[in-house]
């Protein structure tokens, strides 16, 4: 979760950029908030971004959550690719859910906010899977056993953990005899 928000701020930066720059029409701010409000003045104004805001932020938490279990099944290596690939999967889900609601008055319907947005989720992707290979628990990433009957072939990180401090032990009672 933490990945996911962390890697929506820098997607939030983006699209404030884009915006500022005029290559996207709306935020994900107004988009999201689009979907709880009728009107497109609700959506835009202080209440309705928050709204937008607080929504964009937990979809991007969850975000976070779906790379972490990508990244446990294929492991860490490769983050650029498998960041862009998971950054556009999920933003693009996103967008096409928050752009069915037939009540959203808020939808972009131009190729360059869209393009924008994708740029945006890509950078998320990126940092979110950057995040979670970089900080996350070595016991998500530990081998799986082939099967039931044989003992895997890599040690888990508790393993290596526990033969180290057995190894440290057994080094001070050496020291202590010697």
């Known amino acids: 979760m933490v990945a996911g928000l962390a890697g929506n701020v820098i997607k939030t ?8 720059k005029k290559l996207s029409k709306r935020s994900f701010r107004s ?3 689009g ?27 969850i975000g976070g959550i779906g ?18 690939l998971a950054g556009i999967t999920v933003g693009s889900t996103i967008t096409a ?6 009540n959203n ?9 869209n393009l924008a ?25 530990d081998p799986k056993p082939l099967n039931n009957y044989l003992q895997p072939t890599e040690y888990t990180s508790e393993e290596i ?3 180290a401090a057995l190894r440290q032990s057994q080094e001070r009672e050496s020291a202590m005899y010697h």
């Not at 008055?105 to 906010?113: F, L, M, N, Q």
Request: hydrophobic share 45%; net charge positive; charged share 20%.
């Open 67 to 84: 790379t972490t279990y990508l990244l446990s099944k294929t492991g860490r290596d490769h983050v650029i690719p498998k960041g862009v």
């Open 117 to 141: 947005y994708m740029f945006s989720h890509a950078l998320y992707g990126i940092t979110t899977t950057a995040l979670v290979a970089k900080m996350g628990h070595a016991s998500l990433f």
């Open 35 to 61: 979907v709880w409000v009728s009107k497109e003045k609700e959506a835009t104004n202080v209440n309705g971004q928050l709204l937008g805001l607080l929504f964009d932020f937990g979809l991007g938490s």
């Open 13 to 20: 930066a983006s699209d404030e950029f884009m915006l500022s």
């Open 97 to 102: 859910l928050l752009s069915v609601f037939p």
């Open 105 to 113: 008055k808020v939808k972009p319907k131009d190729a360059a906010s």
């Open 161 to 163: 953990r526990d033969t």
């Open 31 to 33: 988009t999201a908030a």
